[in-house]
């Protein structure tokens, strides 16, 4: 039966060549890439961000309005550190390359048959202690700019969520009303029967400041063999829309084994396409969606426009008739604005705002 044990010199042989690879490693994180890559990431997205904000008005984004002084005021707040940042991680990285050289010389000294164990793991303990004064050196560089980052982050991942909303607006299967914008919107499960199986429709959910719609937008089989789907088919519809002011409760949850599951149920008045919608978020924080549809509902959204509401379409919609002209029955649904026309429930007549 042959032994497992390790000889002596073969330990030490191993421990030196460890030894040789930790020090390669230092001196690869003694020019302090990682910072570096940071510092030149941060810099690159504060630089972006007027010109993200830029396109996102330009494809009519109306909400947020802070966006653009946010952007200004990190742009100046990092016009004031940049450069004593740049220099403070440049001078530490050259003192820990120089600090580092005395211990690369015993590092390189390290010969098998000419060196003990006992200064090979003095060496090694050298080489951890280094390790550490480099990670807390990369420590301390890091709080010089962690505050603006963690900011200038969340700004970062907002443009990004509204940046993707833009993108299902932009290819959405319906047309929005004239003067219609979109807040928000989320890859989502209807859950029809309030209960979620792998027949309900997957699709987009779209916040505007008037309605809550959803589109169906999913790839279905469209051809079998032996239970196999060998073919596939997008299909792209509209299935409900409501207006806000039509959601008479919101409820945001959190469900699942692990309650990580976002969820949105709603209570809607009568006459809409149902008395309630139950819908499982996809990426997105429930309990923002709350209160994302919350603002809208209260108008407290249009202080956050970028852009001013078509006064005159307002004035439209709130002029539009009480009574139909025809039968004298009562306009009991909501007229929004960017409508051109409503229609009685009573007798069917198609009413020209």
């Known amino acids: 039966m042959q032994s497992n044990q390790v000889s002596p010199a073969e330990q030490l042989k191993y421990d030196i060549d460890s030894a ?88 390189t000294s390290l010969i098998l048959g000419a060196t003990s164990a006992l200064t090979v793991k003095n060496v090694q303990n ?59 919107a989320v890859m989502a499960v209807w859950t029809r029967d309030n209960k979620e199986d792998k027949t309900d429709p997957e699709g987009i959910l779209f916040l505007t400041d008037q309605r809550l719609l959803f589109e169906q937008k999913q790839q279905v089989a469209k051809k079998k063999v032996l239970f196999v789907t060998t073919e596939r088919e997008l299909v792209q519809n509209l299935l409900f829309e409501t207006p806000v002011v039509c959601i008479e409760s919101l409820k945001a949850t959190k469900q699942g084994l692990f309650k990580n599951e976002d969820w949105l149920e709603l209570q809607l008045a009568s006459g809409s396409f149902a008395r309630d919608a139950k819908l499982h978020l996809d990426g997105q924080d429930s309990v923002n969606w709350h209160k994302l549809i919350t603002r809208v509902k209260t108008r407290e959204i249009d202080s956050d426009r970028a852009f001013e509401i078509d006064k005159s379409a307002v004035e439209k919609a709130r002029s539009a008739p009480a009574k139909c002209p025809n039968c004298g029955g009562a306009i009991t649904k909501p007229v929004l604005r960017g409508m051109d026309s409503i229609t009685c429930d009573f007798c069917g007549n198609v009413i020209r705002l």
């Not at 040789?20 to 910072?35: C, F, G, M, P, Y």
């Not at 690159?44 to 010109?51: H, M, S, V």
């Not at 653009?68 to 530490?92: G, P, V």
Request: hydrophobic residues 35%; neutral net charge; aromatic residues 6%.
């Open 20 to 107: 040789k690879r930790n020090l390669n490693d230092l001196i690869n994180k003694a020019s302090l890439t990682t910072i570096r890559d940071d510092y030149s990431d941060l810099d690159a997205t504060i630089a972006n961000l007027p010109i993200r904000i830029q396109k996102i008005r330009g494809r009519k984004y109306a909400f947020n309005k802070i966006n653009e002084k946010e952007a200004e005021e990190f742009q100046s707040q990092w016009a004031t550190k940049r450069m004593m940042i740049q220099n403070k991680i440049d001078l530490e990285a050259n003192a820990l390359k120089a600090n580092l050289r005395p211990l690369e010389s015993r590092v």
């Open 126 to 184: 050298e080489l951890d202690s280094y390790e550490s004064r480099i990670s807390s050196a990369e420590s301390s560089l890091r709080e010089l700019y962690d505050g603006i980052r963690k900011e200038v982050e969340k700004l970062k991942t907002q443009l990004g969520l509204v940046e993707k909303t833009l993108d299902h607006s932009e290819t959405a299967s319906f047309g929005f009303l004239p003067g219609e914008s979109v807040v928000m």
